[in-house]
C-alpha cells in the first residue's frame, strides 16, 4: 500500500474502456434461372472512438479540479455526452483518501463509500470508483453542467435575481395563476397601516446599512492573515481537516479505538517528538512515527501504519512507511490559529488550495 505523505484519503477507480463499434449487412440477390448467384455486400464503416491521452487532462478537465499526481494517468476521453472519464492505474484507497481530502478543502461537498465517491462544485460533478481485485485501477467520471442566465424578461422587476448560489441549466418560469378580487376601497386605518408599514421599512433599512457599515469595518481589521513567529510557530498540538469530532483514544497507548463522527483527518504533533495521524475517509488509517522540525521544514520518521475495516474495532497488521518531509508555515486568520502543511515536493510560499493542506488547531 503506497501511503504518500499527507495525502491520506484515498479516491475511487474504475477500469475505463472504449470500444469500437463495427456493423455490417449483406445482401444477397435472387438467383435467377441457369444462371450463377449475384450478391452484393455493403459495409458499414466503424464508428470513431473518441481520442485518448496519457497523462491528465488539464485541457478537458476543470480548472477546479485538482490534479491526481499519485498513479499512472493512462487514458483519458470525453464522450457525447461530454462525460470526461480519465482511467489512473497503480493507485490505491490511501491515495483516494488523500485526494478527497484536497478536493474538501478545495470546497468540493464530498460524499464516500468505501471504494466509491462522488464530489460536488457549483456545475461541476465527479464521481470516483476503484476496480480490480487489488483496487489498484481508478475510474474518474467528470460532468460540467451548463449555466443557466437569469430570465430578467419573464420575471417582474420586483423580483430580485438571487446574489449566490449558480443557476443550472435553463431556467424555467410558470405562469401565475390568475385570480379576480374586487378592489377594496382604502379605509383610513389601511393608510395608517401603510404609513406604519412604511416607516418600519425606512427603520430597517438604516438599520441594515449600519450592520454592513459594521461587517466592512470587521473585515478591514481582520484581512490578510500573520505569521507566527519564533516559539508560537511549533507544530505541537493537534490539528483537523475536515469535519471529523468525536472518538475514543486509549488512554494508555493513546490508540484510535472508534466512535469518532464525519470525516477528515487529525494530525497531532507530541511535545516529546512523537506524532498519530487518524485520517476516516469510509476505511479508518492509524499513522504512529517521530517528526523534527528544520526552520520550515517538517520531517516524519519512523513511520507505521495501520489500516482498519471496521471502524476502528480491529485493525490489520502494521506496515512501515519511508521517511517523509514538507514544508510547513503556521498562522493566525479571522478562524483561528492553522498549520499549513505542503503538498509532497511543493516549496514555499504555500497557499492553501493550490500547494498545501490548510490543519485547523484542535482546541
Known sequence: MNYRFFKLIPLLLLLFTITACGQSAEETGSQGTGSEPASETQSIPDLPNPPLQAGWPADLAPAELPEYTAGTVTASAVDSEGVLTIKITDTNKADLYAYIGKLQSSGWAVVSDDDEAEALLGLHSATFALQ???????????????????????IPPVVPEPGAGVLVGEVEVLPAAQTETAPAAPTKGTEASAESTEA????????AESTEA??????????????????DASVVGSWTLGMLSGGQFNAGTGKYEGGASGMGQIYTFKPDGNYTALVVFGDTIWFTGNYSVAGDLLTLTGRTVEESKDGGKTWGAPETLPDASAYFAAGKDDSGTYLLLGQEGEKPPLEDKKNAMKYSRKN
Do not use: H, M, N, R
Request: aromatic share 4%.
Open 200 to 207: 418600519s421599512s425606512e427603520a430597517t433599512e438604516a438599520s
Open 214 to 231: 459594521s461587517t466592512e469595518g470587521t473585515k478591514a481589521s481582520t484581512e490578510g492573515t500573520d505569521s507566527l513567529k519564533g516559539a
Open 132 to 154: 480490480g481485485a487489488d483496487k489498484a485501477v481508478l475510474q474518474i467520471d467528470v460532468y460540467t453542467e451548463e449555466a443557466g442566465s437569469w430570465p430578467a424578461d419573464k
